[in-house]
């Protein structure tokens, strides 16, 4: 069987045999509403996209609560539209990875359209226009909104957008302003702008950015300064914060294997150009969160009816907060970083070592939940528990701690820092954290690119590599008279870190942490069971 519109429509019973859920309406009727009179534009057509925000708008149209579908498009890897879209008519296998073992597949198909922003602009500017529009969300990752190097220079896509104007835009920030300058000069209808990436603070990246854009624009006479109003006044364009959470990793073998095995065609995955490993279809666990600022003006599909949460801003910053800073993505990054060192290559493997979990456990338990604010809509500590317990070792989970690694260095800030800072706020002892200095001693280590056995280890992409690991040169894994106070002035960087950990007692505890995981062969197992047990 193949993946297509014909496959589904013909071969219903087939794909029910293989208890495939299919969807419950029209999918060629939807593609040709949704293109006439659009309402949803998400940019971003990843596995995130495809494994949770398209699934959501599914179930409104199987209950019959939407009759429209989301058009999907991508700046950035255009082979994901060319490899995995359009062979495909759209449509994603969507396999469900149970904590239970098992496994659930569904065909979604409320994507109803997919453009490349580079030869689709035309048709991106004519949606933009179509005053139906009501929302153009985004997963484009953290990164994708960064306008800006590290140290302040704009980075050359932008600043080529910048001074060519709106004509052919690069950036995915450049390609939005110019979609939302379409609006404004087709009559200024109201739309909402949804940033649904992780990242703290989304709405308020995705409106600067887009406000620094339409100013240089402006400034350079491609547009009037009624832009700019347009753009700043929320009642017209909003931004709305949200809170995104469910873990979707690349695509494993055993999930291809099993669709192969029972006739489903053409599952394998690829390696886009631009270095993105994705397949036709998307293994993702069940839990999922997504947190909405209900701040739309020119109205939204029911989204609660499809589990999402609609509230107010300031409950959306608590929910982050919460699973940012303390109930998730700390300990996905305390146990990437032990878990590469230790020679782990999947995440749910490293919930079955008693020193990882006791570390996780500590770091959320015992360190973040006394800082954390609770959200009202969920509970830290039931949120914790369900990572732990259920998410973490599922034995289904394909995820990798080499994945996670990814861009350590844009995380600790705000993983660690912030509850860092609430301690110092709060005037609670530093010197009780054991966990968190540990963590970002592991960090640090990992960046030698020398595993526990002392052989050479991948070390995962981070816009920082190549100028952290040049502050520790000179320091050599197994030889700790190497060191010679080379963290100092990685620890004192307050826009990692988010503040000077130099100025705590911290910064001694993660140079003790440091140095003890240099010390030879098993030395980083040594320091982390030797920590984590003595604080049992």
């Not at 309402?39 to 209950?63: C, D, E, M, T, Y």
């Not at 599909?301 to 982050?320: H, I, Q, S, W």
Request: hydrophobic letters at 40%; aromatic letters at 8%.
């Amino acid at each position: 069987m193949e993946l297509n519109y014909r496959s589904i429509s013909s071969g219903r019973a087939a794909w029910a045999a293989l208890k495939v859920e299919l969807p419950r309406f029209d999918v060629p009727d939807l593609a040709a509403r949704t293109r006439e009179e659009p309402v949803w534009l998400h940019f971003g057509a990843g596995n995130i996209f495809r494994g949770f925000i398209a699934a959501l708008q599914q179930r409104l149209l199987n209950a019959g609560l939407a009759d429209r579908g989301i058009i999907a498009a991508d700046t950035f890897d255009y082979d994901i539209i060319d490899r995995i879209y359009t062979p495909f008519d759209g449509l994603t296998l969507n396999v469900t990875l149970n904590p239970d073992g098992t496994t659930s597949r569904e065909v979604i198909a409320s994507v109803a359209e997919a453009l490349r922003a580079d030869t689709g602009m035309g048709r991106l500017r004519e949606i933009a226009a179509n005053p139906s529009l009501q929302m153009i969300s985004f997963t484009i990752t953290e990164k994708g909104y960064a306008l800006y190097r590290p140290d302040g220079s704009l980075m050359p896509p932008a600043r080529a957008d910048m001074t060519e104007g709106p004509g052919s835009p690069r950036h995915a920030v450049s390609v939005v302003t110019a979609l939302l300058l379409e609006r404004f000069n087709a009559g200024a209808a109201p739309i909402a702008l949804v940033s649904m990436d992780n990242c703290s603070h989304n709405g308020e990246k995705l409106r600067s950015g887009v406000l620094a854009v339409a100013r240089a624009w402006v400034e350079k006479g491609f547009a009037g300064r009624d832009l700019l109003d347009y753009i700043s006044d929320e009642s017209r364009v909003s931004f709305p914060w949200t809170m995104i959470d469910k873990i979707t990793p690349r695509p494993h073998g055993m999930v291809e294997e099993s669709l192969t095995a029972d006739g489903i065609e053409n599952m394998a995955p690829i390696v886009t150009s631009k270095g993105t490993y994705i397949a036709p279809f998307v293994n993702a666990e069940r839990p999922e969160y997504l947190v909405v600022e209900d701040s739309f003006p020119n109205g939204r599909p029911p989204l609660e009816e499809a589990g999402v949460y609609m509230t107010d801003r300031d409950t959306v910053n608590r929910t982050e907060r919460m699973k940012v800073t303390t109930c998730l993505n700390p300990l996905h990054t305390a146990m990437s970083v032990y878990g590469c060192m230790l020679g782990y290559t999947l995440i749910r493997d490293e919930m079955k070592d008693a020193d990882i979990t006791a570390l996780i456990r500590r770091l959320g338990y015992a360190e973040g939940l006394p800082v954390v604010t609770g959200p009202g809509i969920l509970d830290p500590r039931a949120f914790i528990d369900e990572v732990v317990k259920e998410r973490l070792p599922n034995p289904f989970m394909p995820d990798a701690p080499q994945r996670i690694a990814t861009d350590t260095s844009q995380k600790v800030g705000i993983r660690f820092g912030e509850t860092i800072k609430s301690y110092i706020a709060q005037n609670r002892d530093l010197e009780t954290l054991v966990a968190i200095p540990l963590t970002l001693a592991g960090w640090l280590r990992y960046l030698l690119a020398v595993d526990d056995k002392l052989r050479p280890m991948p070390v995962s992409d981070d816009p920082l590599k190549e100028e952290l690991q040049s502050k520790l040169s000179g320091v050599i894994a197994g030889k700790p008279e190497t060191y010679s106070g080379q963290l100092r002035s990685i620890l004192s960087n307050e826009t990692v870190f988010g503040l000077d950990l130099t100025a705590t007692p911290l910064a001694d505890r993660i140079e003790k942490y440091f140095v003890a995981e240099l010390t030879g062969p098993g030395a980083v197992r040594r320091t982390l069971h030797d920590a984590v047990s003595e604080e049992e």
